[in-house]
């Protein structure tokens, strides 16, 4: 079900969820100046909220490069989304705020000792990046892949600092994790590619094939569903916190997000159970298909 971890990192991460959410997605009574009045306000999609989803992620990730890499992105993020525009937030906030800014510490204390012990905090490879790039069976595509992931990363990193239009420690940090980010992403997809080109080309070669004598149903059918199953569960998990903020005060979070969450998790895994049966039922009639066509 999880990546093959040691019981204690498995427990620290789960904890480290917990510990996180409830400052990710705090929400409180915001004065409105125009209006001359409090209102109440939750949390928003955004990087700073989807960050926790790293850590699920890296847990259900199959392949070890990505957890690793997937962890070490949840570091970044913990440290960025924990320095708020401005230090005052820490100190003209309510009770709650104070709990919310104390668990997330906590977060970051069991996040940064399963980094530790899987020695994955720097763990993009840079170094083996472009050690890649020079035993590439695709050398040229690799060297402009590489040059367009530092554009795509500059692009973005110039995106956020337009939208945040300020200097500040928060986005200064925040433009950083993202240049990272992007050169990380990109970095998976030239995984992806030059370890999967053959499989591509045989793909891509079977779309030509116009007599439809080879099927190309279950190896679609297999990308789709690990799509679906990542895609279901770190939704699920992602919905629970984002409706108790626009729902209930940072109280809701503390108290039902850890009752909610497993059993959005559980409810996730009950619909992702249909969806297999239903590619199951699918892929069994093209294997029998396939076994009786030249017969």
């Keep these: 079900m999880f990546y093959n971890l040691n ?17 990710l997605f705090r929400s409180g009574f915001y004065y409105d100046s125009y209006w001359d009045e409090y209102y109440f306000g939750g949390s928003a999609v955004g990087l700073g909220t989807v960050s926790f989803l790293f850590i699920f992620a890296a847990l259900i990730a199959r392949s070890e490069y990505v957890h690793r890499s997937l962890l070490a992105l949840s570091g970044v993020w913990a440290i960025a989304n924990f320095i708020p525009v401005r230090f005052s937030e820490w100190s003209d906030g309510n009770f709650e705020s104070l709990i919310a800014v104390l668990l997330y510490v906590g977060g970051l204390v069991a996040l940064g000792s399963v980094l530790n012990a899987e020695k994955a905090f720097i763990n993009f490879q840079f170094g083996s990046y472009f050690a890649r790039i020079t035993s590439s069976q695709h050398k040229v595509f690799s060297a ?6 530092i554009i795509a990363a500059l692009f973005f990193s110039w995106l956020t600092y337009a939208f945040n239009s300020d200097a500040s420690l928060n986005n200064v940090v925040k433009i950083l994790a993202v240049f990272i980010t992007v050169v990380a992403v990109f970095d998976f997809i030239h995984r ?3 370890q999967k080109s053959t499989a591509i080309l045989s793909f891509v070669g079977q779309l030509n094939d116009f007599s439809l004598n080879s099927y190309l149903t279950r190896r679609i059918s297999s990308w789709i569903y690990g799509l679906l199953h990542t895609v279901i569960l770190l939704g699920a998990l992602y919905l629970v916190p984002y409706l108790l903020s626009n729902t209930f005060t940072t109280w809701g979070l503390l108290i039902g997000f850890p009752v909610l969450a497993p059993l959005a998790i559980a409810g996730a895994y009950l619909f992702i159970m249909i969806i297999r049966l239903v590619f199951e039922y699918s892929n069994a009639l093209v294997h029998v298909a396939e076994n009786t066509s030249k017969r």
């Design 7 to 23: 019981t204690r990192s498995k427990y620290l991460l789960f904890l480290a969820i917990a510990l996180l959410v409830p400052y």
């Design 144 to 149: 402009v892949w590489a040059v367009l992931s």
């Design 192 to 194: 992806f590619f030059d």
